[in-house]
Nanobody
Framework: QVQLVESGGGLVQAGGSLRLSCAAS????????MGWFRQAPGKEREFVAT????????YYTDSVKGRFTISRDNAKNTVYLQMNNLKPEDTAVYYC?????????????????WGQGTQVTVSS
């Protein structure tokens, strides 16, 4: 099993920044990809960004390219999501996820492990 714990959410004004953290523990060696997803009220969970532990590759959904950056700290087994120039439409619960296999398979059912989520609210 892999345990994921997110932190860093909060309330921010449009144009502001937040950094989310996801601390991974347990059998992390069984996973090769980490990802951030989000779910707004009344909407389906959607992919935001993914990261490869092995190759360091990243993949972003179009709406966050140039504004969000996914990164890692190997020593801490932690993945971050730096979110800049936030917009009201970024408001959602943000989830960290992990799986084995390609970072390009972004459909949520393909991801094996999930954190509890952290709320991000962007006011206009």
């Amino acid at each position: 099993q892999v345990q994921l714990v997110e932190s860093g959410g909060g309330l921010v004004q449009a144009g502001g920044s937040l950094r989310l953290s996801c601390a991974a523990s347990g059998r992390t060696f069984s996973t090769s990809a980490m990802g951030w997803f989000r779910q707004a009220p009344g909407k389906e969970r959607e992919f935001v960004a993914t990261f490869s532990w092995s190759g360091g590759g990243t993949y972003y959904t179009d709406s966050v390219k140039g504004r969000f950056t996914i990164s890692r700290d190997n020593a801490k087994n932690t993945v971050y999501l730096q979110m800049n120039n936030l917009k009201p439409e970024d408001t959602a619960v943000y989830y960290c996820a992990a799986k084995s296999g390609s970072i390009y398979y972004t459909s949520p059912p393909l991801w094996q492990y999930w954190g509890q989520g952290t709320q991000v609210t962007v006011s206009s």
